[in-house]
């Protein structure tokens, strides 16, 4: 953990480019990067103004179903269907730097992208805060939420400046769009590669999006091939 030289604010981004963005923008050119010990942030401020910009790389947890669900051929589709689903860390580094740079924090500001997906990969940063350093140090910091629409001066310094509160219900939305593409995908992609005995990799992938997007392409390649050529002028 860090001692005394922790940053008293956090701020959460979605992508790299986003936080080396920001903490220019608040502060005036004058931050820094800095990657020690596994941890990767920016910073900037001094005192009760420090702060640390922690970059994530998108959602840097994800589902998937216990490992004794694994096994296509054991594992009954209808068991799988109302299974328990998992939560694992996807990115190290990012949860490091969440992990270490928040035990002294008294206010942390998610800044991810203002929509659904935003949403739901803040406050999966939020939770592994809660699960790893709030729960035994018993801090109670101030969550706040940077809502923008644009990498520009003027809507960061207008968004930090009026913050808003975090959406669970929305982050909720997108929890619930992606369990259901686990489930869809998951189910439908075993019936379909058992029931044709197509396993390992030449298993065959279905998904909620991929598959109607797949039947779009499809259908305009028949077009394509089935076009006659016609003399216009």
Known sequence: MQETTSPKKIIITEKADAA????????????????????????????????????????????????????????RLEDLVSSDIVHKVTNKSAFNSLVSLTDQADSIIVATDYDREGELIGVEALDIVDRNVLQKIKSNPEIKRARFSALTPDDIRKAFSDLAEVDNDLAQSASAREEIDLFWGAVLTRF??????????????????????????????????????????
């Open 20 to 75: 080396r963005r920001i903490a220019y923008i608040l502060s005036n050119g004058t931050s820094k990067q800095k990657r020690s010990k596994g941890l990767n942030y920016i910073e900037f401020g001094e005192g009760e103004n420090h702060h640390a910009v922690i970059p994530l790389s998108g959602h840097i947890v994800a589902i998937d179903f216990n490992e004794n669900m694994k096994d296509w051929k054991s594992t």
């Open 192 to 233: 379909f590669s058992l029931t044709s005995n197509r396993l390992g990799k030449n298993f065959l992938s279905v998904g909620r999006v991929q598959t109607p997007t797949l039947a779009l392409a499809v259908r305009r390649e028949l077009e394509i091939r089935d076009f006659v050529e016609k003399p216009y002028w």
